[in-house]
């Protein structure tokens, strides 16, 4: 019957006859769906089945849907009711041990608690086993049978609450079957983060479909993954205050804290519109990322100080460690760092075309990176131009500063700028002098030549701030830029 089309006995009708996977009969109410095609012409039939077979399996999937779509908030709602129940019980079979008799909570019709016993104690297997169990209990006397029977009523209204929401809610046969595993020892479910791994990729996806900077999706989906971890590890909702408990176990500086909120609320934001299990989970709440009070200054142990600057014997220090490690691009790095106080990036994508010359002068022509003012023209300093030679003779690709291989993101600065970390780590230098310390010794060391303040801040690619200089202005001239950066400390390099 490949064709799903039948005849019954002494029919010359034709049928269409579809059998309902298993895992949705329950949904369906059957195991075979059966439909007349009103006609007795098999071509006819043929054509005619095609839309009831559609119809067919849209219902199948709506089945797997509704259930896909229920997620597991279910049995959160499931294990909190059981325990509170729990504790009724609990208190009822104390008072009962005390000799005490106080007045329920519990408000039921007598019409419905009558529906309930009848239930309980129907005519079927079950309900002829919990008359069993029953006589059973109601044998016993004293204070043992009291609470016994306190435990027989625990135990079957929670079966029969299980077995009403199981049909109320079209569950399958083995979420049935965890439901009353829970319903027995509401402890043994633990809450499972609702940032799932499946959530996780469809909010990255749609981000890089908006557009989204890569590094920064990923960032976000690591924050986001760092927090369901978290989550995961004692089985704690998403709330406000787990959210709060989270930020203060993470050790980071306010900036960096503030960055993980932000990380919280986009997901937050795009799973409240687009994702529609979590909007059922999560309607009646509010975002938990937003009011946070962040520590001011408190934190990572370098919040709220400022970098380090490198001095000249700091500098040479870091050269000659660099030489004694046999990196000659590290060491060569450096002195490009201290002479130009370009960013690392900037400084690893120099190219042998980046080396310019104007109005007579060797120059660094440094493209736009970070913002209009970052697109500049630098003089080489004197002490600079050996090893600018040597590296322009020596490059292989291009490129000034050998790279082993760009990050994902395209960063050629990523894997030498690790290396300069365990250098500065090694040669004793704290977590407050980084690279980027370089700009600051820059912009330190000109401020000290009396250098002009917007002639400073166009070497190293700053914006003056200022409307006549940042759009009127065409800047120093090369002349003017040299006598500036010459002012900066010689080095005296030496190679290994």
Known sequence: MA????????????????????DVQKAIGCKVLIQSLKTGLRKEAMDARLPVLTKWKAQFQAARDKRTNRGDSWKERIAQDAQDFSQITRQLKIDTALGETKPTNLDIDPA???ELRQFVFSDTEDGRRRRAEADAVYAKHGLEGEIAIHDLVHKMLLETWGGLTAHANDFSSSEAEEMQVILADPTSHKVRSPITTARLKTFK??????????????????????LSEFLKKDGLPLTFDTVDVWLKSL????????????????????????DAGWRDQFKDKVNPFVGHELPQGGGAETAGKDREIYTKADTLKLQRAALDNDDQPLADLIALGWYTGARIEELCRL????????????????????????????????????????????????????????DKYGKRSHAISKAFGRLRTAAGFSRLHVFHSFRHTVVTELIRADVPDALAKELVGHETGSVTHD??????????????????????????
């Open 3 to 22: 064709d799903n089309l039948i005849q019954k006995k002494g029919e010359s009708t034709w049928y269409v006859r579809l059998a309902v996977p298993a």
């Open 112 to 114: 419905h608690l009558e």
């Open 205 to 226: 996806e749609f981000r890089e479909s908006r557009g989204g900077a890569p590094k920064h999706i990923d960032q976000q989906v690591g924050k986001m993954e760092r």
């Open 251 to 274: 050790d980071r500086a306010p900036a960096t804290l503030s960055q993980y909120l932000m990380a919280g609320t986009a997901f937050w934001k795009w799973a409240m519109k687009y």
């Open 351 to 406: 190219t042998k075309d980046s080396v310019i010359t104007i109005d007579g002068v060797q120059c660094f022509d440094f493209p736009r990176s970070k913002s209009k003012a970052s697109k500049r023209v630098v003089p080489i300093h004197p002490s600079l131009l050996s090893t600018v030679d040597r590296l322009v003779k020596d490059s292989t690709d291009t490129f000034l500063i050998p790279a082993e291989s760009a």
């Open 471 to 496: 759009v009127y202005s065409k800047g120093a001239s090369t002349k003017q830029k040299l006598a500036a950066i010459t002012k900066l400390p010689a080095l005296n390099m030496h190679t290994k």
